[in-house]
């Protein structure tokens, strides 16, 4: 497919010009300026362009959705036509973030962390899906599983689930790479302070409160307890922290000759005893206060929580404070085996999916139609951003009606205890990465989702056109 130059011209001054660009990249989906002023941003024209599917201002970067495969086209045909030259993402999101307040900061800085291993943990989501499908009783056949009948399967399904639960198992060894990368220190050393937390020596944390005796160090007249950290993602966390931290300021004051030989022994073996002395026991405690609180909250009230969380999730998207929840997500998987809220997450991208593709049968433009039924296939897949930004924000009834639905749809799967063994592909592929037996529940959640988000949309739409 060919890019209209024109149209790329159109966007660079919707923006604001060349001028107004401090720097330029791309996702999957869309093109992310760094702006100088964003108020220069002529946001009718932008949206007006045959390419731009939609357009928002979030983190401090001004985004604008153009679709999978196009967006690198259009990207490439406007650091040739501008001379703008090609930004890392790192540049972008550096540049940007010095518009944002502390607590922006602070989730874009979770963002950071937990986006570049999310290929790995959705990946994870998708095999324990059809794992479950091999090995759930009940599914194909009364009370037996596939690999029951079948036996000659039931290696396959070993394997498959080894592969899943690598990176549940090694989950710090993710986080710290990724962790101490972005706090700026040698990503390597990350990889070995997360595997470090969960060494075949240490006490298995899953299996800490069944333990009859639990093993311990004498370190400096202190007994610590040999406890790994499977599962969990504050101790990596802060521990990736310190070890960025304690890197960086070796590296000011030792001369470079003596860097190699000095700096990574010395921060790990400083980080090590720090986390295995205090970081360690005082984090997990608080993510075990974290998690109580949350399962507490839904064992409670989980109508109330699912309607809640059902119905905040496409405008914490908004913001960017989505991402926050990926820890708490993570951190529910390695300490109750199941998180609850990542359900949600799958029926919120099938409620915006269905909006938009009502929105089809409202409209007469024909670039919008097209645009609502592309956009409501990439939200069934998972993918919402065209859907949300491209269509239902623009019509407020519709994006209104998809929290609707999802709101519904969260309670009804909260009330039934709906869980998910990892994060995975949302949209309609979700139910793979949810426990079989959980099956029916989210299926009439997700029939509400495409149902409710749909008819109210198609409603408000014609109440609108009547007035």
């Known amino acids: ?33 760094a702006l100088r002023d964003e108020g220069k941003v002529d946001k009718d024209a932008l949206e007006s362009i045959d390419l731009v599917k939609g357009s928002f201002s979030a983190n401090g970067q001004y985004q604008v959705v153009i679709g999978q495969g196009t967006v690198d086209k259009v990207y490439k045909e406007m650091v040739a036509m501008t001379g703008i030259g090609e930004s890392s993402k790192q540049d972008v999101k550096d540049e940007a973030a010095k518009k944002l307040n502390p607590l922006q900061r602070a989730i874009k800085t979770l963002a950071d962390i ?113 406890v790994g950290y499977q599962g969990q993602v504050l101790p990596v966390l802060l521990a990736s922290y310190v070890l960025a931290s304690i890197e960086k300021f070796l590296k000011r004051m030792i001369p470079d ?121 990439s939200a069934y897949l998972g993918v919402t951003e065209p859907a949300m930004f491209g269509v239902n924000l623009r019509y407020r009834f519709a994006f209104i009606s998809a929290i609707i639905g999802s709101a519904l749809a969260g309670a009804l799967i909260s009330v039934q205890g709906v869980k998910a063994p990892s994060i995975g592909v949302g949209g309609l592929p979700g139910f793979l990465s949810i426990f079989p037996q959980n099956w029916g529940a989210f299926f009439i959640g997700m029939a509400i989702t495409l149902v409710v988000p749909f008819v109210l949309t198609f409603l408000l739409g014609k109440m609108r056109k009547a007035k």
């Open 257 to 377: 000759a003596f860097q190699l030989l000095l700096v990574a022994p010395i921060a790990l073996l400083v980080t090590g005893l720090l986390s295995f002395i205090a970081i360690g026991p005082i984090t997990f405690a608080i993510g075990n206060v974290i998690t109580d609180a949350v399962v507490n909250i839904f064992g409670f009230a989980p109508i109330l929580g699912g309607l809640i969380y059902g119905g905040l999730y496409a405008p914490l998207v908004i913001t960017g404070m989505h991402h926050t929840f990926l820890a708490v997500d993570l951190q529910l998987i390695g300490s109750t085996g199941g998180t609850f809220l990542w359900p949600m997450v799958a029926l919120s991208n099938i409620a915006q999916g269905s909006a938009a593709l009502a929105m089809m049968f409202l409209l007469k433009d024909e670039k919008l139609k097209s645009l609502s039924v592309t956009s409501a296939v």
């Open 114 to 226: 937990f986006i570049p291993i999310l290929p790995a943990i959705v990946t994870a989501g998708l095999l324990m899906g059809i794992n479950n499908i091999l090995t759930g009783p009940g599914i194909f056949f009364d009370e037996k599983a596939l690999v029951d009948v079948y036996p000659q399967w039931k290696d396959v399904a070993s394997i498959i689930n080894l592969i899943a639960n690598t990176a549940f198992v090694f989950l710090p060894g993710l986080i710290g790479w990724s962790a101490v990368n972005r706090f700026g220190g040698s990503p390597l050393l990350g990889i070995v302070l997360g595997l470090m937390l969960v060494h075949p020596d240490l006490l298995n944390a899953w299996g800490y409160g069944s333990a009859e005796e639990i093993p311990t160090w004498n370190l400096f007249g202190l007994e610590v307890q040999k």
């Open 1 to 33: 497919m060919s890019i209209n130059k024109e149209s790329v011209e159109q966007i660079v001054q919707a923006v604001g010009g060349k001028e107004n660009i401090a720097g330029a990249t791309h996702c999957v989906t869309r093109l992310r300026f």
